[in-house]
């Protein structure tokens, strides 16, 4: 059974998630947005070895301990191209927030729909969900439980905001009803800010998607 810790990081609480194989002690990290500190800590109790660090797209507040990590790991930073004007533009994006932020480091790699990213025994699958942001993507993973990973494009009560930059209202409530609504509906939601959710709760209580 898979292992799964999520805990706010950085200044806006990004949800950063490490999920780990229990067999191989492989790991993959999703939107490490800050405190690498707290992250490397975490990765050392538990003794876990890290080949990718994956964003569900390229808000600041999704993508900041990525270099830090990346120096410390040796991992490989993974993103969908759509969003790669917004990760090289992080500081104009701290800026809009009154923040300082370094640019960042260069990417090793693009996530594509439907691409698979492999860790230990088990196997993380790309689902694109553009609305957000022109890249935003999903990470689910199958098995005895079903998991997503949602970012800012679903979240419990509520969806992302499509104000900012390369955001599209119809874009987003397209990719929610028809990639993330028609999954099993016991799928665990684990998304970018705030609590745990399911499909099935969503497509029942959630005003913005009736």
């Known amino acids: 059974m898979l292992q799964i810790e999520t805990f706010p990081v950085g200044l806006l609480r990004c949800n950063c998630s490490i999920v ?3 067999e191989t002690r492989e790991a993959l990290v999703i939107d490490p ?3 690498a500190p707290k992250i490397l800590a975490y990765l ?5 070895t890290v080949k990718y660090l994956l964003h569900t797209h390229a808000h600041f507040d999704h993508v900041g301990a990525s270099k830090e990590l990346k120096e410390a790991l040796g991992a490989q930073i993974l993103l969908h191209p759509e969003d790669l004007f917004l990760y090289d533009q992080v500081p104009m994006q701290g800026a809009m927030f009154g923040l300082q932020l370094e640019p960042t480091c260069p990417l ?3 996530l594509a ?13 790309i689902l694109h969900t553009p609305g957000h ?6 990470f689910q993973i199958e098995g005895h ?4 990973f949602t970012g800012d494009t679903l979240f419990r009560g509520g969806v992302g905001r499509t104000d900012l930059w390369g955001g599209s209202e119809s874009t987003l409530m397209k990719s929610i009803q028809q ?5 099993d509906e016991g799928t665990q939601i684990y998304p970018g800010h705030g609590q745990e959710s399911t499909i099935w709760q969503e497509k029942k209580a959630n005003p913005f998607l009736r």
């Open 33 to 35: 947005g800050g405190d």
């Open 145 to 148: 439980e079903n998991h997503l």
């Open 44 to 48: 050392k109790q538990h003794q876990l």
């Open 179 to 183: 990639r993330l609504l028609t999954l």
């Open 108 to 110: 090793d790699g693009h």
């Open 113 to 125: 729909d439907e691409m698979e990213i492999a860790f230990g025994n088990n196997k993380s699958k």
């Open 20 to 22: 780990s194989c229990p």
């Open 133 to 138: 942001t022109p890249g935003s993507v999903c």
